[in-house]
C-alpha cells in the first residue's frame, strides 16, 4: 500500500513537473561519454550537443560538454557550456570551478560573486517558489475565513494577510535571484578573437572598448546586424551580433535569426 | 598696348584675389637656437592684399621686432593669390623653451588668428639634436628653390638602438604645385619605421622663405660599422616661374617685384632629393649584461603595482610592470619575474602607450596573470635590464616583491593544471579534465531555460489558488444575495398567500385556526404578544376591520384556551373575517 502510494505522487510530480525529466537520447550521451573515457574530448563535443538539442535542457549535460570543450582545447566553448550548467544549477559547484578556471585561461577576472549569486548558490528556488505559493493559498484562505466567519474574523484576515504579503515577497525574491531570469538579453562573446565595441554601428567608428571571448555582454537593442549592448563594466556601444550568442539558447527575443547558436 | 594688357590683368587678378581664402601662418627660421643668436619669424597672410596686425607681439624673454613687410602677387591657372609677407627678428634674452602665441590679425571686419610657434633657447653651445637646426649651407645648394635633408638625432648609435629622424624638404614659397604623400626611403642595414607626417610650416633659410614639410620616422641599425643612410625623395608637381616677356620687368617691379602673378609659370614633375648622411653604428658590449636583458636599449624607468592585492583561493592576481622612458619601445621584450616560486605565471601581455608618432618616447606596459599554487604573501620581484646607449653601458632596474594575499586554490585542480607540459600551454593554459564520476543527468538543477516564476506548475498553482479564491468569494456573494431583505420580503409574501389560501379552503372546524395562521404572519400579528385590542389596532383602524378580526381572535382563545364549545363561524362571519385578512395580506405585501 505504502509503495503504491509513493509511486502515484512520484507520477503526480512528474505530472507537475512537466514529464521533462524523461532521458530524450541515451545513446548520443553514452557515446560521448565513451569519447571522453577514450580521451577524445574533441570527438565527444558533437555527441554532447546533439545530446543536448535532443533533450530537455540539464545542467550535468552541459557540465560534461563544457568539460570536453575545455579539455578539446575550445575554452569558450567551455565557458558558454559552464555558464548554461549553471544558470541551470546554481548550486553546481563542479561547473563554477570549472567556469573558472575557463576564464582564467580566456584572461578573463573570476567576478566575486555578489549576494543574489549567493543566495541562489546555496538555496535551492524550489523552497521559496513553494513556500510562496503556500502562504499566499493559505493567506487566501485565512482572507475567506475571516469574511465568512461571523464574529471573530478579525485575527482570520490578519493572518491572512500578512501570509500572503510574505508569500508575495518570497515570490519577489525569487524573480530577483532567478539566474535565468537575470540572463534574459545577455549575451556572451563567442568569437575567438573577441569583437570591438564601436561607438556607432558602422564598421569605421571608433572603439569604445574591446569585447574578449567568453566575456558578456547585456543587450540592449538590435538593429539590422549591430546589437546595441552595455558591459558588466558599464562601457555602452554596438557590435556585431554574429560575434555573440545569446547566454540562454531558449532567448530569442532579441536575438532574432542573426544571432548564430554557437 | 603691353602696358593696357597688364594693367587689365592686374585688375582682374585684384578681383579674383578678393575671393580666395585667407589664411594665416607663422614659421620660425629655426625652432632651435641660443641666447643671442637671433631667429626671424614670418607672419604670411594670404588672400588679401592689407592687413591690420598687433603693434608689437610681446613674450617674456624674447625681444621680438619687426623688420618688414612684403606683399606678394601669385597667378597659377588664372588663380591669383595675394599675400602679405610680415618679418620679425627674434632676438632670445634667456634660455628655456617659449611659446609665441597666435597672432590676432584683422582682415576687413574678420579677425584671424595665426599658429602658435615654440622656439627652444639653449645656453651656450646650443643643444641641436640632428645637429641642425636649418639646412646645411652645402644642403641649399646655391638657393635652389627646392631640396631636402635627412636629419638624425645620434651621429652615432648602437646595433638595435632606435635612432629618431626627420626627413625635411623645402620649397620655396614662391612656387606652388602638389607635393606627394611620403617619401622614399629605406636601404640596407637598417630598418625604418612608417612615417608619421608633420604639419607644414613656414621657415626662412638664408632670408628666403620656405615651406617645409616634414616626415618623422625612426631607424634601427642592425649591423654595426659605418652605416651610410642613403638619399630620400620626394615627389612634386611644382609650377616652376619661368622668363618674363622682354620689358614687363620694370611694372612687375610695381608689385614687390619678383614674379608678381606667377603668369609666366610651367608646371613640372620634380623629385626632391635629401641627400644620403653617415651614421656609426657600434656593436653592443658583451661584458656586463645582465640577465634580465631583453633586447631594450635607451633609458627607462620601471614601475610595479599588483591588482587586486586580495583575492580568493585559486583566484589570478595581476602585475602591471611600466616601463616608461626613450627607445626600442616596440622591440624590447619582457622584464623577467624573480622568485616566483609558488605561483603559476602566464606569459604577460604587453601594449605601447607612445608618446610621440614612432613610438620612440612613452611607455610600455606588461601585465603578467599568476595563480598562487601555494598560499603567498608577496609577489615575485621584477627585474629589467637594457643598455643605456648615453652610458655606453647596462643598467638593470629591480623591484621588490609587493604585498599581496594569494591562497592557493584547489591543490588538485591546481596540480592538474601545472601537470600540463610546459611545452605546449595553449590553446588551453587551465585545462579542465572530464570530472568523473560525473552526476546523472537529470540529477539536478532546472530542466527548462523558462524562469521559475513562468514555469508551468508555478502559473498552474498560482491559477488554482486565485481559482479558489474567486469560486469561495462567489459563495460568499451568492449567500449574501440569498439572505438580502428582498428575498426575505418575496418569501413572506408568498407565504401569506399560501396561508391565505389555505384559510379559504379551510374546512368549518379548522378556518378559525388556518385564519388564525394567516393572521400571525401579518407583521405585527403575533397574536400572543399583545392584548386583543393592541393587536386589532395594530392592523387597522377601522371599525369594519376590527370587529371580524375580534371575533375571530375570541373563537380562537376559545379554541386555544376553553375546549372549543363554540359553532363554527357562519358563512357571512367567515366572508368578512376572508375579506379582512386578504386587505391585510395585500397591505403587508405592498409596504
Not at chain 1, 103 to 108: E, I, R, V
Not at chain 1, 145 to 150: S, Y
Given at each position: 500500500m505504502g509503495?503504491r ?6 507520477a503526480?510530480w512528474?505530472?507537475?513537473?512537466g514529464?521533462q ?6 545513446s548520443?550521451?553514452d557515446?560521448a ?15 554532447y550537443?546533439a ?11 552541459y557540465l560534461?560538454?563544457g ?15 559552464l555558464r548554461?550548467?549553471?544558470?541551470l544549477?546554481?548550486?553546481n559547484q563542479?561547473?563554477?570551478e570549472?567556469?573558472?578556471?575557463a ?6 577576472s ?6 543574489l ?8 528556488l ?5 513556500g510562496?505559493l ?8 485565512g482572507?475567506l ?6 464574529g471573530?474574523?478579525r485575527?482570520f484576515?490578519?493572518a ?11 515570490l519577489?525574491?525569487?524573480h ?6 537575470r540572463?534574459r ?11 570591438a ?5 558602422v ?7 574591446g ?7 547585456e ?9 546595441h549592448?552595455?558591459?558588466?563594466g558599464g562601457?555602452?556601444g554596438?557590435f556585431?551580433?554574429?560575434?555573440t550568442t545569446?547566454?540562454v ?14 | 598696348m ?7 590683368a ?5 578681383m579674383?584675389?578678393v575671393?580666395a581664402?585667407t ?12 641666447v643671442?643668436?637671433p631667429?626671424e619669424?614670418?607672419?604670411?597672410v ?8 598687433p603693434?608689437?607681439?610681446r613674450?617674456?624673454?624674447l ?14 591657372n588664372?588663380?591669383t593669390t595675394?599675400?602679405v609677407?610680415?618679418?620679425?627678428r627674434?632676438?632670445?634674452l ?5 611659446t609665441?602665441?597666435?597672432v ?12 602658435a610657434?615654440?622656439?627652444q633657447?639653449?645656453?651656450l653651445p ?10 646645411s649651407?652645402?644642403a641649399v645648394?646655391?638657393?635652389s ?5 635627412i ?8 646595433v638595435g ?14 612656387l606652388?604645385?602638389?607635393?606627394g604623400d611620403r ?10 619605421q ?18 617645409l614639410?616634414?616626415f618623422?620616422t625612426?631607424?634601427?641599425p642592425v649591423?654595426?660599422?659605418s652605416?651610410?643612410v642613403?638619399?630620400?625623395k ?11 616677356p ?5 611694372f612687375f ?7 608678381p602673378?606667377?603668369m609666366?609659370?610651367?608646371s613640372?614633375?620634380v ?6 648622411t ?15 636583458f631583453?633586447?631594450?636599449i ?13 583575492v ?5 592576481v595581476t602585475?602591471?610592470v611600466?616601463?616608461?622612458g626613450?627607445?626600442?619601445?616596440d622591440a ?9 616560486a609558488?605561483?603559476r ?6 601594449r605601447v602607450?607612445s608618446r610621440d ?6 611607455s ?12 603567498q ?17 647596462y643598467r ?6 609587493l ?7 584547489d591543490?588538485?585542480?591546481v596540480a592538474?593544471?601545472t ?16 570530472a568523473?564520476?560525473?552526476?546523472a ?8 531555460w ?5 514555469r ?19 459563495f460568499l456573494?451568492?449567500?449574501a444575495f440569498?439572505g438580502s ?12 398567500e399560501?396561508?391565505l389560501?389555505?384559510?379559504r379552503?379551510a ?16 407583521p ?8 386583543l ?7 387597522a383602524?377601522?371599525?369594519e376591520?376590527?370587529v371580524?378580526l ?16 363554540l359553532?363554527?363561524p ?18 403587508s405585501?405592498?409596504g
Open positions: 509503495e502510494l509513493f509511486r502515484i505522487l512520484v503526480v512528474v505530472l507537475c513537473m514529464g525529466s524523461v532521458v530524450a537520447s541515451p548520443d550521451l557515446v561519454r565513451g569519447k571522453v573515457a577514450d580521451g577524445d574530448h574533441a570527438a565527444a563535443v558533437p555527441y550537443e545530446h543536448i538539442a535532443s533533450s530537455p535542457p540539464d545542467a550535468s549535460s560534461e560538454l568539460s570536453a570543450q575545455l579539455a578539446a582545447g575550445d575554452p569558450v566553448g567551455g565557458a558558454l557550456s548554461r550548467a549553471l544558470l544549477d546554481p548550486m563542479q561547473a563554477a570549472a567556469l573558472r578556471g576564464n582564467n585561461a580566456l584572461g578573463l573570476s567576478e566575486s560573486p555578489g549576494i549569486d549567493t543566495i541562489v548558490s546555496h538555496v535551492p524550489w523552497i521559496p517558489v513553494v510562496g503556500l502562504l499566499i493559498g493559505g493567506g487566501v484562505v482572507l475565513a475571516a469574511a465568512t466567519v461571523r471573530g474574523g485575527r484576515a490578519l491572512g494577510g500578512l501570509a500572503i504579503v510574505a508569500g508575495a515577497g518570497c519577489l525574491l525569487v530577483l535571484v532567478d539566474p535565468l531570469e540572463a538579453g545577455v549575451f556572451f562573446v563567442r568569437a575567438p578573437e573577441g569583437a565595441m564601436l561607438r556607432t554601428p564598421e569605421s567608428s571608433e572603439q569604445v572598448a569585447l574578449r571571448p567568453g566575456q558578456l555582454v543587450v540592449l537593442s538590435v538593429s539590422g546586424r549591430w546589437a549592448g552595455e558591459t558588466e562601457v555602452r554596438w556585431p551580433l554574429e560575434t545569446p547566454l539558447p531558449a532567448d530569442r527575443e532579441v536575438s532574432g535569426a542573426a544571432a548564430g547558436e554557437g | 603691353g602696358h593696357l594688357i597688364a594693367i587689365l592686374f585688375l582682374f587678378a585684384s579674383a584675389a575671393h581664402e589664411e594665416v601662418t607663422l614659421g620660425l627660421s629655426s625652432p632651435r637656437t641660443q643671442g643668436a631667429v619669424m614670418v607672419l604670411t594670404r588672400g588679401t592684399r592689407s592687413a591690420e596686425l603693434a608689437s607681439i613674450v617674456d624673454g625681444e621680438i621686432n619687426a623688420i618688414g613687410r612684403q606683399q606678394r602677387f601669385e597667378m597659377r588664372f588663380q595675394s599675400s609677407v610680415y618679418t620679425y627674434i632676438q632670445p634667456r634660455e628655456g623653451d617659449f609665441i602665441p597666435p590676432e590679425v584683422k582682415v576687413g571686419d574678420a579677425s584671424l588668428f595665426s599658429n610657434v615654440t622656439l633657447v639653449a645656453a646650443a643643444p641641436l639634436p640632428g645637429g641642425s637646426a636649418g639646412p649651407t652645402g645648394d646655391d638657393m628653390p627646392f631640396f631636402g635633408e636629419v638624425l638625432s645620434r651621429r652615432e648609435a648602437y638602438e632606435v635612432i629618431p629622424a626627420e626627413l625635411r624638404f623645402y620649397f620655396s614659397a614662391e606652388g604645385g602638389e607635393v617619401p622614399e626611403f629605406g636601404g640596407e642595414g637598417f630598418t625604418v612608417d612615417f608619421a607626417s608633420m604639419p607644414k610650416r613656414e621657415q626662412i633659410v638664408n632670408g628666403a622663405n620656405f615651406v614639410f616634414t618623422q625612426a631607424i634601427t649591423k654595426s660599422g652605416l651610410e642613403p638619399e630620400a620626394l615627389g612634386a608637381n611644382l609650377q616652376i616661374p619661368g622668363s618674363r622682354p620689358g614687363m620687368d620694370d617691379r610695381n608689385f614687390g617685384g619678383g614674379d602673378f606667377g609666366f609659370t610651367q613640372r614633375r623629385e626632391v632629393v635629401a641627400p644620403p653617415g651614421l656609426e653604428v657600434k656593436p653592443l658590449p658583451s661584458a656586463g649584461k645582465p640577465t634580465s631583453s633586447g631594450a635607451g633609458r627607462f624607468s620601471m614601475d610595479v603595482a599588483v591588482e587586486p592585492s586580495r580568493k583561493p585559486g583566484e589570478p602585475m602591471r611600466t616601463v616608461s626613450q627607445g626600442n619601445l624590447m621584450g619582457a622584464p623577467v619575474l624573480r622568485d616566483d609558488g605561483w605565471t602566464y606569459d604577460p601581455v604587453a602607450e608618432a614612432v613610438n620612440y618616447s612613452g610600455k606596459i606588461y601585465e603578467f596573470m599568476m595563480i598562487a599554487l601555494e598560499d604573501e608577496r609577489t615575485p620581484g621584477v627585474a629589467f635590464g637594457f643598455f643605456d646607449p648615453a652610458a655606453g653601458e638593470e632596474l629591480v623591484a621588490d616583491p604585498p599581496v594575499d594569494a591562497p592557493a586554490g591543490r588538485q585542480q592538474a593544471d601537470a600540463a607540459p610546459e611545452a605546449e600551454p595553449p590553446p588551453l593554459t587551465t585545462p579542465v579534465a572530464a568523473t564520476p560525473m552526476p543527468v537529470g540529477s539536478g538543477g532546472s530542466s527548462t523558462t524562469p521559475w516564476l513562468g508551468t506548475w508555478v502559473l498552474v498553482s498560482g491559477g488554482a489558488i486565485a481559482a479558489f479564491a474567486l469560486a469561495w468569494c462567489g456573494g451568492v449567500r440569498l431583505a428582498f428575498l426575505r420580503a418575496a418569501g413572506r409574501r408568498r407565504r401569506l399560501r396561508l389560501e389555505n384559510a379552503r374546512p368549518d372546524d379548522g378556518f378559525v385556526v388556518a385564519a388564525a395562521a394567516v393572521l400571525e404572519g401579518v405585527g400579528g403575533d397574536p400572543g404578544a399583545l392584548d385590542e393592541s393587536r386589532l389596532e395594530a392592523f383602524a377601522a371599525e376591520v376590527k371580524p375580534r371575533g375571530l381572535l375570541g373563537r380562537l382563545a376559545e379554541v386555544r384556551y376553553g375546549g372549543g364549545g359553532p363554527p357562519e358563512a357571512s362571519e367567515r366572508k368578512a373575517v376572508l375579506e379582512v385578512l386578504g386587505h391585510l395580506v395585500k397591505e405585501n405592498n
